[in-house]
């Protein structure tokens, strides 16, 4: 029998896990830059802070891992964020102390979904909920924050769309106009976009079905159907995103996969050769009314996530490498036993220093010690051999520059300090 991972998933590997962790660290910056606080929240939750009566989004329906727990309990693991951290602002009653809650999170997701380049059924996000104000302004940091972070990462084909669904009146308007104009054609839409008619017709608009495509060339669309205050706020949103010298663009046809948005909502969208279909790397928008409908008070709010599968794969394929070059500080080579076990003491001695340091466990001689630590990306090497040992010295030697100075073994902490410029 030969084990497998469950399909959708995948194992990131030690090779590949210093580009997940450089873009945590990166991400985490920005957030404290823009001043939001982390909110970690369980991978499961019970079922019904996902699945809600009123509910018809396409995620909600068919797309998550349900179960029953042993005691008949039906939870499911999370789809996406943003659900359980309204679920804890709420029973956490986290609007008595902050008038704003600034959050955000990561961690994975689970959708059962068809998986393809770029979609997984085990995914990770990172994202932010701000909840508890109504400002164009903060709908404008919201994205300059998204913004951010493409832009800090370097990313170039990479792009911020956005758009405005309007208020409650202004989404009736439209349901209605575009419910009408879609009904003569239900004969000739695709069997997704059908189902899609009664329950979520705004979701038509971005299917990505040629003949669905054809048919929406002249579809009524949510701009033209704006109600005079939603319009406003629009424009305020757009005179702060350029105020935050964010680029943009506005894309008439964007909407969001879940029904609870209103507003503006936006993607950032990758165009890169080779980047694949799939090829949102994040987005949001504003959800006033989500709070109130899962149980608490009524409060607005407005957030994003990103997918972090996506953003690596964005960065491969533009060649921005996050990780730094040097792993590792020292690697010791030794000859013989008893310089073997003065590095071993040597070895213990830098890591109370907090230099990162290897010594080779597998017997390898002195050409596979050095390939070991050529692997490691080791800045420094300390040679130690019979002669040096007897002397009380040690070789340190630049793996970069290839520079080699024979130094007192005394002096090692205090040298390396130097070198590696440590405090
Ligand atoms: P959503 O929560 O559907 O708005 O998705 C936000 C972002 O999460 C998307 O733009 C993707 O980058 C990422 N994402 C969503 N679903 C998946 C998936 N199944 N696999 C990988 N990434 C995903």
């Known amino acids: 029998m030969s084990l497998v991972k469950v399909k959708g998933t995948y194992d990131v590997l030690p ?9 945590e660290t990166y991400v985490k910056k920005v957030f404290k830059k823009f001043n939001y606080q982390e909110i970690r929240t369980p991978i499961m939750e019970y079922s019904n802070v996902f699945h809600r009566e009123d509910e018809n989004s396409d995620m909600v329906t068919k797309e998550t891992y349900n179960f029953l727990d042993k005691s008949d309990r039906s939870l499911t693991l999370r789809p996406e964020g943003t659900a359980g951290v309204v679920r ?26 068809r998986p393809q380049k770029g ?12 909840i508890g104000a109504m400002d164009p302004y903060l709908d404008a940091e919201v994205i300059a924050l998204a913004y951010d ?9 990479v792009s911020v769309k956005i758009n405005s669904l309007g208020d409650k009146k202004s989404k009736e308007n439209y349901m209605n106009v575009l419910k009408a104009f879609l009904e003569p054609k239900k004969d000739l839409l695709s069997e997704d976009s059908k189902a899609r008619l009664d329950k979520n017709p705004l979701r038509i608009l971005d299917s990505k ?12 669309l949510p701009l033209d159907h704006l109600t005079d205050d939603a319009k406003l706020n629009f424009e305020k949103i757009k005179e702060a995103l350029d105020l935050a010298e964010v680029k943009y663009s506005v894309d008439k046809r964007l909407v969001r996969g879940l029904d609870y948005y209103s507003y503006v909502v936006f993607e950032i969208q990758a165009d890169i050769e080779g980047f694949g279909s799939q090829n949102a790397l994040g987005g949001g928008g504003r959800y006033n009314e989500l709070v109130e409908s899962l149980g608490g008070p009524s409060k607005p709010g407005v957030g994003f996530a990103f997918g972090m599968e996506r953003l690596l794969g964005a960065l491969d394929l533009e060649g921005i490498n996050l990780v730094p070059d040097n792993l590792l500080d020292v690697y010791f080579i030794t000859f013989d036993e008893a310089s073997r076990k003065e590095a071993f003491r040597l070895q213990n001695l830098l890591r109370s220093e907090n230099f990162s340091v290897e010594l080779n466990y597998t017997g390898k001689a002195f050409k596979g010690q ?17 002669s040096e040992l007897a002397m009380g010295k040690i070789n340190l030697k630049n793996t ?16 390396l300090k130097e070198k590696l410029h440590h405090v």
């Open 209 to 220: 079905d040629p003949q669905d495509k054809a048919l929406l060339v002249d579809a009524p």
């Open 370 to 386: 050095l390939k070991e630590a050529l692997n490691n990306k080791a800045k420094y090497l300390l040679i130690l051999g019979e």
């Open 88 to 113: 804890s602002y709420i029973e956490n009653k986290i609007y008595a102390s902050k008038d704003l809650a600034k959050l955000w999170y990561m961690g994975p997701n689970f959708r059962y979904e």
């Open 15 to 23: 090779e590949e896990s210093p580009k997940w962790q450089a873009l």
């Open 400 to 415: 970069e520059t290839e520079e080699q100075i024979q130094i007192d073994i005394k002096d090692i902490t205090a040298i």
């Open 149 to 157: 972070i493409i832009k800090g990462l370097g990313l170039k084909g």
């Open 119 to 130: 979609r997984y059924r085990q995914f990770s996000q990172f994202g932010v909920e701000v």
